[in-house]
């Protein structure tokens, strides 16, 4: 799944203000999207919960059609995507791997 710091996003949104080499559509994601699975794993390790509990795939499914009346693939596959347009125009993240991001986001 891909996955961006909000640090990152705030500077992406500056430059897009600020720097007229910033035009058009970005996607704003980090360099290294992850699996789910990985990023569920490192934000447990990280924040200090080593259970977590599964939701069976029919209550994705009903909660993404009926709730949110959107595609339940996206909640239970993601989608990996990056950046290229962000890596040739030179945008530095501070933050372009996940366990970096996480220790930030949930430090004490």
């Known amino acids: 799944m891909s996955w961006i710091h909000e640090y990152d996003m705030n500077e ?3 430059q897009a203000i600020t720097n007229d080499r910033f035009t058009g559509m970005y996607i704003a994601s980090a360099p290294n999207p992850v699996s789910n699975k990985e990023f569920m794993k490192l934000l447990r390790k990280k924040a200090g919960m080593p259970i977590g509990m599964m939701t069976p795939e ?3 499914r009903l909660g993404a059609k009926v709730i949110f ?4 693939e996206l909640a239970l596959y993601g989608r990996y995507v990056k950046s290229e347009r962000l890596e040739k125009e030179g945008f530095n993240f501070k933050f372009p791997e996940l366990e970096n991001a996480l220790d930030d986001l949930l430090k004490k």
């Open 69 to 72: 009346k959107t595609d339940p």
């Open 12 to 14: 992406l949104i500056f």
């Open 58 to 60: 029919f209550i994705v």
